[in-house]
């Protein structure tokens, strides 16, 4: 077990059992406090405060809110100390609206972080930045969808600094996959990487809450490979990882609902972490207030120890 998996392995076990610990001592430890090991809980909800406030007006590609966005997720990089993947962070594109036929100018953000031991073989974790907009006078805040997603893509990101992943990893904001998926699309379509290196793609949209405290990982179903990586995986109290709507199962289909899509399209894996769609989905009631923070911790949390598995067998 190399050092890196073995110092997570001891934060996830003083996390999720803590057996070894008098009872008073584990009820003073939030599950806040514990998560600061791994990343600042605190960081990840103000991240979400911000890019769901009504002064971004909903984030719609392209539109005042939209930029302001952009250049807070860049700001956000840069603040972690993670490289641009490009000359820039951003990736520029342009497309024409499905319906509208309007020319869109949007832009992904990416991020690198070297692989320790596999450089040249990339993990792209992606969350989009973008949201749906104003309509009829009302603010879209999108704050589950997906700022959330976005938001931990920099908790993930501050857990890199400790522990450096064996594969390189870029950490991509994509634009405009509320317009189609268009980022993601981009990106591929550009050749910014060969589709030999990538080696997976990690997915997070809508990560920010659940009633019933289930988050689902869409993937292991369709690419056998990755099965090992949630199996006899410790989650935290109270919480639960579930497979599935990958096609297989009767259920809702995701496998091209979000970013992982066009990863999918070209036979790269995909792992896509999401909750059941709540009755704010796409509704200008997905605010900030609405987001749960121990879930949500959890959820970052788990997402991480299942990267830490896949960096490890791929």
């Known amino acids: 077990m190399n050092t890196k998996y073995l110092s997570l392995y001891f934060v996830l076990l003083l996390t999720f059992s803590c057996k070894e610990q008098p009872q008073e001592t584990i009820e003073k430890q939030s599950i806040a406090e514990i998560e600061t090991q ?4 605190d960081a990840l ?3 979400v405060k911000f ?30 100390n993670i490289a641009p993947f490009l000359k820039s962070y951003e990736q520029p594109f342009t497309f024409e609206g499905r319906r509208d036929k309007k020319t869109y100018e949007g ?7 070297k692989g320790s031991e596999k450089p040249n073989a990339y993990i792209v974790i992606s969350a989009h930045y973008d949201h749906v907009g104003v309509n009829k006078g009302e603010i879209y805040n999108g704050a589950d969808d997906d ?10 990101a501050e857990y890199f600094k ?10 991509a ?28 793609n990690i997915n997070l949209d809508m990560v920010g809450r659940n009633d019933n405290n289930e988050l689902y990982v869409v993937g292991t179903n369709l690419y056998k490979q990755l099965q090992p990586a949630i199996t006899d995986l410790e989650l935290p109290k109270n919480f639960k990882l579930l497979t599935g709507h990958d096609g297989l199962d009767g259920k809702q289909n995701w496998v091209s609902s979000s970013d992982h899509g066009p990863f999918h399209k070209q036979d790269i894996p995909f792992l896509y972490f999401g909750v059941e769609d709540h009755k704010d989905y796409h509704k200008p009631t997905d605010v900030f207030e609405k987001i749960q923070p121990e879930f949500y911790a959890k959820a970052v949390t788990t997402i991480i120890s299942v990267f830490e598995k896949v960096d490890d067998s791929l």
């Open 51 to 80: 890019l769901s406030l009504d002064s971004l007006e909903g984030r719609k590609t392209g539109e005042k809110g939209g930029l302001i966005a952009r250049q807070y997720v860049v700001n956000q990089f840069e603040k972690l």
């Open 162 to 171: 400790n522990n450096p992943p064996k594969h390189s990893v870029i950490i």
């Open 107 to 113: 832009a992904n953000v990416l991020g690198l972080i």
């Open 45 to 47: 909800l103000e991240r």
């Open 147 to 156: 700022a959330s997603g976005t938001s931990a893509l920099f908790a993930i």
């Open 38 to 41: 791994l990343f600042d809980s």
């Open 173 to 200: 904001a994509f634009d405009a996959e509320e317009l189609g998926l268009q980022g993601a699309k981009f990106f591929l379509e550009a050749n910014t990487l060969s589709k030999g290196q990538i080696v997976l």
